[in-house]
């Protein structure tokens, strides 16, 4: 059975600041990795996914992830945050031979001004 | 514009009375799915649907019934709503394939009193 963590319930960061918020995984066999934002009443957005190939992934709105394979982690980050950046994040995970997403429990990011 | 849309936003609702919540998608996505978001458990798979009439049971499928007699839709009932379910529901669909990101529909805040 795949898990995901994201180890912090909370981060806090000022603006203009570097942003990263973790996540580690564990399954059986290949991943494919996906990190969601969720805006105050709203659903999930996607951001990005890992898939294969290059282990730096671009996405929305400037965010980008790193994907780890020894260490199964799957990091977000952003080299300077905007407040609107304030959100909750998901990571979700899927082996590559089975149609299960699983996703860690998020994490929520304050960006002060 | 491709959207999942959910009805209703927001419901209460007493023990014991069957409801509906309507999900549907304008993209034409063969998979489709029902979670349940809970504070600190982050989001739970109820049931999913890899096409019309396929439907399969996800991580916690007591108290709820799903059906997929069209391609678009994919409604998740109640049969006896009890306070436990009280949750904030999401509606996703995707294209076929494990690598595919999936799109959230708004949520449907529901409390069972």
């Known amino acids: 059975a795949q898990s995901v963590a994201q180890p912090e319930d909370q981060v806090n960061v000022a603006e203009g600041n570097p942003l990263t918020v973790k996540c580690t995984y564990s399954?059986?066999?290949?991943?494919?990795l996906f990190w969601y934002v969720q805006y105050p009443n709203r659903g999930l957005q996607f951001l990005l996914k890992?898939?294969?190939?290059?282990?730096l992934v671009k996405g929305s709105y400037g965010f980008e992830a790193e994907f780890n394979k020894s260490q199964t982690s799957f990091h977000l980050k952003k080299p300077s945050a905007l407040v609107s950046d304030s959100a909750l994040y998901f990571c979700?995970?899927?082996?590559?031979?089975?149609?299960?997403?699983?996703f860690g429990a998020g994490t929520t990011v304050t960006v002060r001004a | 514009e491709a959207q999942v849309t959910q009805n209703p936003r927001y419901l209460i609702t007493v023990t014991g009375k069957k409801l509906t919540v309507t999900c549907s998608q304008n993209?034409?996505?063969?998979?489709m799915s029902w979670y349940r978001q809970d504070p600190g458990l982050g989001l739970r798979q109820i049931y999913y649907?890899?096409?019309?009439?396929?439907?399969d049971k996800g991580d916690v499928p007591e108290g709820y019934k799903v059906s997929r007699k069209e391609k678009r839709n994919f409604p998740l009932i109640l049969e006896s709503p009890s306070p436990n379910q009280t949750s904030l529901y999401f509606c996703?669909?995707?294209?076929?394939?494990?690598?595919?990101?999936?799109?959230f529909g708004p949520g449907t805040r529901l409390t069972v009193l």
């Open positions: 996703a669909s995707r294209r076929q394939g494990a690598n595919n990101e999936q799109f």
């Open positions: 399954v059986s066999g290949n991943p494919y």
């Open positions: 890992y898939i294969t190939g290059d282990n």
């Open positions: 979700a995970v899927r082996p590559s031979n089975d149609y299960k997403l699983s």
């Open positions: 993209m034409n996505h063969e998979y």
């Open positions: 649907s890899m096409n019309v009439e396929v439907t």
